[in-house]
């Protein structure tokens, strides 16, 4: 959502744009963006050609936010382009893709932004890519769309994407569930509630952190369940959701409580975090208990909570999270 302000605010952050200071210019390229201010798109244009990537990147980010047509062939020169293979290069980019970098060329975080950009001016140039490879059955090249349709936030993709929730190839399904929580979007709830009983770990694993980043209340008692899967890294993720939720519900408060019993030192650890935040302070029996645990970083986590949970006592809140 686009910050508001004021036409007095939005002279001075225009000027910050020819701030020598490389912290102050990078504020102000974050603040065009978020105040959509159109007329930032020369000072944008400059900065994108500063050498400090961090600049780069965020110069390409609001360009893309005020959705500046001008900057189209810039942003191609970034990217390193020609018109016949810009669109594989965007689709790389917006992937994820050049995990290694060479000396000439730019940092991956701004070419992934450049790609970004583009797509948000013109939807048109990576769009049509992305929706063949999901049709192209092919695993690897699914994953790259189903990541680049997610960093570059295309809600007309989301029917689709959805889809992929289904598919035989878990490490799809895995990518599909990252994505969707990554766009917020809330149709996926319940296909990636049912997936949290997926055959792979890694997918129930990657549904936990989606839902965590949706938070869709009909998720609590299932996330709360998976405290009992066998595997201790999704017991360990659905501990951090739950505290996440806020909740202080008996089915969070019962699922955490038991989590302090488990055989894996991450996984105690993780409850005791999540009733701090949480705020469940009728747990404070049990927590306190662990501060004699064998393993260090729960005792020391233990110790922790108590003083959250003591805290919390003296000044209790009415936020009930999720």
């Given at each position: 959502?686009?910050?508001?302000?004021?036409?007095?605010?939005?002279?001075?952050?225009?000027?910050?744009?020819?701030?020598?200071?490389?912290?102050?210019?990078?504020?102000?390229?974050?603040?065009?963006?978020?105040?959509?201010?159109?007329?930032?798109?020369?000072?944008?244009?400059k900065a994108l050609g500063h050498k400090a990537w961090q600049?780069?990147?965020?110069?390409?980010?609001?360009l893309g936010l005020i959705k500046s047509k001008g900057a189209l062939p810039y942003l191609r020169r970034v990217l390193k382009a020609s018109e016949t293979e810009l669109r594989q290069k965007v689709l790389a980019a917006a992937?994820?893709?050049?995990?290694?970098?060479?000396e000439d060329e730019e940092h991956p975080l701004v070419l992934k932004a450049a790609a970004i950009a583009m797509s948000r001016i013109d939807p048109g140039i990576t769009q049509e890519a992305l929706l063949a490879a999901l049709a192209s059955g092919q695993p690897k090249l699914m994953n790259a769309a189903l990541a680049g349709l997610g960093n570059l936030e295309n809600p007309d993709a989301h029917e689709r994407m959805l889809e992929c929730l289904g598919h035989q190839?878990?490490?799809?399904?895995?990518?599909?569930?990252?994505?969707?929580?990554?766009?917020?979007?809330?149709?996926?709830?319940?296909?990636?509630?049912?997936?949290?009983?997926?055959?792979?770990?890694?997918?129930?694993?990657?549904?936990?952190?989606?839902?965590?980043?949706?938070?869709p209340k009909s998720a609590l008692l299932a996330l709360a369940g998976c405290m009992k899967d066998q595997d201790p890294g999704v017991r360990r993720v659905a501990a951090i959701a739950l505290g996440n939720t806020r909740s202080r519900s008996q089915q969070v408060k019962d699922a955490l409580v038991d989590g302090l019993k488990d055989?894996?030192?991450?996984?105690?650890?993780?409850?005791?975090?999540?009733?701090?935040?949480c705020k469940i302070t009728d747990a404070l029996p049990s927590?306190?208990?662990?501060?004699?645990?064998?393993?260090?970083?729960?005792?020391?986590g233990a110790s922790s909570a108590v003083v959250a949970l003591a805290q919390a006592l003296e000044k209790p809140d009415y936020d009930t999270g999720w």
């Open positions: 959502m686009a910050l508001e302000y004021t036409n007095q605010l939005a002279e001075l952050i225009l000027s910050k744009l020819d701030a020598e200071n490389p912290n102050v210019l990078r504020a102000a390229c974050f603040l065009c963006g978020q105040m959509k201010l159109a007329q930032a798109e020369r000072g944008l244009l600049i780069k990147a965020e110069a390409a980010t609001a992937a994820g893709g050049r995990a290694t970098q060479q190839d878990a490490s799809v399904r895995k990518t599909a569930a990252a994505a969707m929580g990554k766009l917020r979007a809330a149709e996926a709830s319940d296909r990636l509630i049912s997936l949290l009983k997926d055959p792979d770990p890694e997918v129930r694993k990657e549904c936990i952190i989606a839902l965590n980043h949706i938070k055989n894996q030192p991450e996984v105690r650890a993780a409850c005791l975090s999540a009733l701090a935040n927590v306190a208990e662990l501060m004699g645990d064998s393993h260090e970083e729960v005792a020391t």
